[in-house]
C-alpha cells in the first residue's frame, strides 16, 4: 500500500457525461500529479499541484481540469467524456515538488487508480 | 521536449538475469527512477538515480550514466513474479515515462 488513496476504483458513464476522480496523497506529501493511461499507452502526465498552486502542466485537455484543496487532497474534473478517454486515471504523491535537487522527497508514490470506461 | 527509450519486451528464464536498458534526451535532468508496473495495476517504485553509477537494492540494481544518456535496471535470479512492465522515467523537473518494457518471465 502505497499510502496514495484514490477513489472511485471503477467508474462507468456515458458519452458528455462529468466525472469526478478523487486522490488522497501519502501524510505529509505536498504534491499530486495526474496520470491517464490508456490500454497499451505509457503513463501522460497530465497536471501537477504543489501546496494548493498549479505546478506544470502536461498533455491536459481543456475539457479536463483539477485543483488541490487546502487539506491537500486532489480531484480531477473530466466533462464532455469521449470514448477515448476511456482509461486508467493514477494520481500520484511526493513530499516536495520535483524541483529539491537529488532528493528522496523527489519519488513519486502512486495510487491504485481509477479505471474509467465511457460507453 | 523528452525523448525516453527502452526496449518493448524481453523474455528470460526463471533464476536467469535480465538487463532493461533506457536512453534519454532530456532539455533538463534531476535524477531517473524506474518503477514496476503489473498489468492493470499502480507502478510501484523501485530505484532513483541522482548521481552515477550503481544502485543495488536486493535483487535490482539500477545504473546510470549522465553523460551517456544511458540507465539500465539489472534483475537478478528472477522470479515468475517478477514478470511485469518496468518504466523508466526521467525528472526534468516533472516526470517522463518511458513507453515501458515488458518482462515475461519463463519457467
Known amino acids: 500500500d502505497s499510502g496514495v488513496t484514490q477513489t472511485p476504483k471503477h467508474l462507468i458513464t456515458a458519452t458528455g457525461q462529468r466525472v469526478t476522480l478523487r486522490c488522497s496523497p501519502r501524510?505529509?506529501?505536498?504534491?499530486v500529479y495526474w496520470y491517464q493511461q490508456s490500454l497499451d499507452q505509457g503513463l501522460q502526465f497530465l497536471i501537477q499541484?504543489?501546496?494548493?498552486?498549479?505546478?506544470a502542466k502536461g498533455n491536459i485537455l481543456e475539457r479536463f481540469s483539477a485543483q488541490q484543496f487546502p487539506d491537500l487532497h486532489s480531484e480531477l474534473n473530466l466533462s464532455s467524456l469521449e470514448l477515448g478517454d476511456s482509461a486508467l486515471y493514477f494520481c500520484?504523491?511526493?513530499?516536495?515538488?520535483?524541483?529539491?535537487?537529488?532528493?528522496?522527497?523527489?519519488?513519486?508514490?502512486f495510487g491504485a487508480g481509477t479505471r474509467l470506461s465511457v460507453l | 521536449g523528452q525523448n525516453i527509450d527502452q526496449p518493448t519486451e524481453m523474455t528470460a528464464t526463471e533464476g536467469a538475469i535480465v538487463q532493461i536498458n533506457c536512453t534519454y534526451q532530456?532539455?533538463?535532468?534531476?535524477?531517473l527512477f524506474w518503477y514496476q508496473q503489473h498489468a492493470g495495476e499502480a507502478p510501484t517504485f523501485l530505484s532513483y538515480?541522482?548521481?552515477?553509477g550503481l544502485e543495488e537494492k536486493g535483487r535490482f540494481s539500477s545504473f546510470l550514466s549522465r553523460s551517456k544518456g544511458y540507465s539500465y535496471l539489472l534483475l537478478k535470479e528472477l522470479q515468475m513474479k517478477d514478470s511485469a512492465s518496468y518504466l523508466c522515467?526521467?525528472?526534468?523537473?516533472?516526470?517522463?515515462f518511458g513507453a515501458g518494457t515488458t518482462v515475461t518471465v519463463r519457467a
Open positions: 500520484a504523491s511526493s513530499v516536495e515538488g520535483g524541483t529539491r535537487l537529488r532528493s528522496d522527497k523527489n519519488i513519486q508514490y
Open positions: 501524510s505529509g506529501d505536498l504534491s
Open positions: 499541484y504543489y501546496n494548493g498552486e498549479e505546478r
Open positions: 532530456t532539455s533538463g535532468f534531476n535524477g
Open positions: 538515480n541522482v548521481l552515477d
Open positions: 522515467a526521467v525528472n526534468d523537473y516533472k516526470l517522463s
